[in-house]
């Protein structure tokens, strides 16, 4: 669009040069609300910062730096109970196994050639010894297993105390500024 006075248009060109931004609370290209130049929105999503020579991060128009989410770093702590240890005793079983399944012992008769019964001759027909009166021919192996619970035990138990909540030692850090949003239009044209 061309204004009819030259002097406006050349005001308004020193006014906003190519490169200039306008800034407004307005979604309106500057271009209806002036009535000349070609406009694009600029700097979206990100705050302004003036030039800076000094700072690498700032010393260049149009240079971008920063980011909006950081993870901080630093350690988060286990958690911890504190209360009064359990002393009583948890009803269980254990699993009893016997391997020995009974035997006998077997006193045979004194021997006939050292013995009481000297010049006697023992009955070979059988061939089986036979027990004297001090054998033990019970097959039972005297072992008594059992999978009672223990004397005194409980069924379940609550323990009483506290779990602490895992605490964050680190730096927490806000990358988002303190802002106000507003639409940034760069002169094109």
């Known amino acids: 669009m061309r204004f009819p006075d030259a002097q406006i248009e050349a005001l308004l060109d020193r006014m906003y040069p190519v490169g200039s931004l306008f800034l407004s609370t307005l979604s309106t290209n500057p271009y209806i609300l002036l009535g000349y130049g070609k406009w694009q929105a600029f ?3 990100r705050a302004l910062v003036g030039v800076d020579i000094a700072d690498p991060d700032f010393d260049a128009a149009e ?3 920063g980011t909006k989410t950081v993870t ?3 350690t988060v702590s286990q958690p911890t109970f504190s209360g009064t240890p359990f002393t009583e005793i948890i009803n269980h079983t254990h699993p009893v196994v016997v391997t020995d399944p009974g035997h006998t012992h077997v006193q045979g008769a004194a021997s006939t050639a050292t013995g009481p019964n000297v010049g006697s001759t ?4 059988t061939n089986t010894r036979v027990n004297s009166g001090y054998s033990t021919s019970s097959s039972a192996t005297g072992i008594t297993a059992g ?4 004397a005194g035990g409980v069924n379940s138990i609550t323990p009483e105390g506290t779990v602490s909540q895992p605490t964050f030692s680190g730096n927490l850090q806000s990358n988002v500024q303190p802002s106000i949003a507003v639409f ?3 002169r094109i044209e």
């Not at 023992?122 to 027909?125: I, T, Y």
């Not at 999978?147 to 223990?150: I, K, Q, V």
């Open 184 to 186: 940034v239009w760069e």
């Open 122 to 125: 023992p009955d070979a027909s």
């Open 72 to 74: 901080p770093g630093g």
């Open 63 to 65: 240079k971008t730096s």
């Open 147 to 150: 999978t009672e619970n223990p």
């Open 43 to 45: 700097a979206v999503g």
